[in-house]
């Protein structure tokens, strides 16, 4: 018989609905339910695409026995971190505080009143590598929920005090100058891998954010060192196997430091972030490895993660069948070279054995390897490639696929919309920009309320329970001010805008100026959260930071600009000494540093060729963070095209900064030049 989840929107929550496990969602009627039995609470996080939270739940949730025993004595609750973000943040910071490490599944055990009081992450069925079998901490658990009651309320309460205690030194209120910035750039120099590109040892994960700073500070300095990081960092990925040779599209990380063999599972805000990266790489170079990638990622997200109602799905498991009913890793993506002959005969196996470093020992599990773009001496003939690419992409499609985690989280989408709108806008592929569209259309439509509040998540057309968070009204503003930039439609400016009236009203300490997680008027956890550092995704923090600086660029807003310069002290703070972490806040600095620029471009109509010429050359500028409006005339649909004429009938673009504007120009190499130096 279904649990409790049966009626869940969230993919991870309903592989849990069959279990025999009494499941219930995060809900206060299942805290009721831990008071009235007098039971403690397991809580159970994880998400869809999450290897060892499967593992655990074949292991221990399928397990009749296991579940009859958590029945009997738990009131067990089952999360999708995806879907509650501020939950999973609060009792990891409490797994990290008593363990010194974290990871999902994350095991916690809980008082009625919610307050934790023993940790941990997978636990096996039977002890193994010094850690106790699941059952063992179940017992234990039960034990002295039983027997020494006292110990345990007095464990929770001083976990509670030390999380109140736990407030983030936030530094100021004054936003970075050049010697932090500098500063920053030093320290990822000094983290930075110049054999391999990336920071840091292994596992590797993508530096998205690290590389827009990168870009930026290179845009605003001319710093040669920041480009070559960004450039080789992004060459190196783009050739290893942490990057699809045949589909396009990135993994989630790699478990090496050379990017050789991935984590498989692939992740939307990853794509977005990775896409846009290489789109402004592009933009700062021309590279055509670039191009490629930007417009292989975006194809890839449109084709495999774009939903029926025009949202993009959050992730691809890394498990697929490998065709003998087994779930293995990566198992869709790997090949022998037994298999590249029986796809394309002995000649052209031979040939992509030596184009993507497939080897007989293999670079992965069993003699299979991971498709690589290896640095070869030998040139290849682009038209052979090109067929035994395709050959290969048609074998792998008969295999079966990895599942799919359809829910539609509003904050990626966001960022998917602002990298499909720019690449689209970019590499003239209309259909591009059209996607960002129809997934700007469905956050409206089915993730905004009438007072513009945001659900943060959907599935199959339905909205979720759960309000949105921080990172939700950022990313979905920087979304559609990227696409009121790219489409010259003046709405998304101001369906921006009205998420970002919330994030000053509901979200910004008034004090401090530091923001917080969830909104003031949000369900009371033990401990608001609140985490400025930007890890696989932009901080909610930098994220609103800077949706609300290019705001304030596009309509001269004070309250705005002035909530920016007070939310980046914590920039100010941090930039310099773990840069890796505060990668999109620093990029924000190098924005607001520059200015940004306010780009309008006058025209007699949109669909005139002079304006399009003028309106793609400014958003080809690489000044950080530049805002652009384009529109008819005497157009009220930006401010900022206001009081702005043609120029003796002819198109004219306007470019300002700090209260100074250029003289209106109508060449686009005037133009260029003004928004590249």
């Not at 110990?151 to 509670?160: L, N, Q, R, T, W």
């Not at 003699?367 to 038209?383: H, I, T």
């Not at 705005?560 to 505060?582: D, S, T, Y």
């Not at 304006?611 to 409006?629: E, I, N, Q, S, Y």
Request: proline share 6%.
């Amino acid at each position: 018989m279904p649990n409790r989840l049966a009626h869940e929107t969230s993919p991870y929550l309903l592989q849990h609905a069959d279990n025999p496990v009494d499941w219930w969602p995060w809900s206060e009627e299942a805290f009721e339910e831990a008071r009235r039995s007098d039971r403690p609470v397991l809580l159970s996080v994880g998400y869809s695409s999450c290897h060892w939270c499967h593992v655990m739940a074949h292991e221990s949730f399928e397990d009749e026995a296991t579940a009859d025993f958590l029945n009997a004595h738990f009131v067990n609750v089952k999360v999708d971190r995806e879907e509650r973000p501020d939950v999973d943040a609060v009792y990891m910071e409490a797994v990290q505080a008593a363990t010194g490490q974290g990871g999902w599944p994350m095991t916690v055990f809980l008082t009625p009143e919610a307050e934790p009081f023993y940790f941990g992450t997978y636990f096996p069925p039977a002890p193994r590598h010094g850690m106790p079998s699941f059952r063992q901490v179940l017992e234990g658990v039960r034990s002295a929920w039983t027997d020494r009651r006292d110990e345990v309320a007095e464990v929770a309460g001083k976990i509670v005090r030390d999380l109140a205690g736990r407030e983030i030194s936030y530094g100021g209120t004054e936003a970075p100058g050049e010697q932090e910035l500098a500063q920053a750039l030093l320290g990822l120099t000094r983290e930075y891998d110049p054999q391999r590109g990336g920071f840091g040892g292994a596992p590797k994960f993508p530096p998205s954010m690290a590389i827009e700073f990168l870009l930026r500070h290179h845009a605003r300095t001319g710093a040669e060192g920041a480009l070559q990081m960004a450039q080789d960092t992004c060459e190196r990925m783009a050739r290893g196997g942490i990057y699809d040779q045949l589909g396009g599209g990135f993994a989630r990380y790699s478990v090496d430091r050379d990017w050789v063999v991935p984590h498989f599972e692939k992740m939307l805000y990853d794509n977005a972030l990775l896409c846009r990266v290489y789109a402004h790489l592009w933009r700062a170079t021309g590279s055509d490895l670039a191009r490629r990638v930007a417009l292989e990622t975006a194809d890839f997200m449109v084709r495999e993660l774009r939903t029926e109602q025009g949202g993009f799905a959050s992730a691809l498991d890394a498990d697929s069948d490998d065709g003998t009913g087994r779930h293995v890793e990566g198992a869709y993506y790997v090949w022998t070279p037994g298999q590249l002959r029986e796809a394309l005969g002995d000649d052209d196996a031979e040939l992509a054995a030596r184009y993507f470093g497939v080897t007989e020992e293999g670079t992965f599990e069993e003699g299979a390897s991971v498709l690589q773009l290896p640095q070869r001496d030998e040139v290849f003939e682009a038209g052979r490639i090109a067929s035994v690419r395709q050959r290969l992409l048609e074998r792998r499609a008969s295999r079966p696929a990895p599942g799919r985690d359809d829910k539609v989280v509003a904050a990626w989408n966001g960022l998917a919309i602002a990298a499909l709108a720019e690449t689209g806008a970019y590499f003239d592929r209309p259909d591009l920009v059209e996607a960002a569209v129809g997934a700007a259309d469905l956050l409206v439509r089915v993730h905004l309320d009438e007072q513009a509040r945001l659900t943060r998540t959907s599935k199959d057309g339905r909205a979720g329970a759960n309000a949105g968070v921080l990172e939700d009204y950022g990313d979905v503003a920087e979304g559609f001010l990227a696409l009121a930039s790219v489409t010259g439609e003046g709405v998304w400016l101001d369906f921006a805008g009205f998420l970002l009236d919330h994030v000053l009203a509901r979200f910004v300490d008034e004090e401090s100026g530091a923001l917080y997680d969830t909104a003031a008027d949000a369900e009371r956890l033990i401990r608001r959260p609140q985490d400025p550092t930007d890890n696989a995704v932009p901080s909610g923090w930098s994220a609103a930071a800077g949706a609300l600086l290019g705001y304030a660029a596009h309509t001269g807003s004070e309250p705005h600009r002035r909530a920016v310069e007070r939310a980046l002290g914590v920039v100010k703070a941090l930039g310099p000494r773990v840069p890796r972490f505060i990668g999109w806040g620093l990029a924000v600095a190098e924005a607001l540093l520059d200015g940004p620029r306010e780009v309008a471009v006058v025209g007699p109509s949109l669909s005139d060729e002079a304006t399009k010429t003028l309106h793609r050359t400014a958003l080809l500028g690489t000044a950080p963070g530049a805002v652009v409006a384009v529109g008819a005339a005497e157009s009220d649909e930006f401010p900022l095209l206001a009081d702005r004429p043609l120029q003796q009938g002819a198109p004219a673009a306007y470019v300002c900064r700090n209260f100074t504007c250029d003289a209106p120009t109508s060449d686009p190499e005037r133009l260029r030049e003004a928004l590249s130096s």
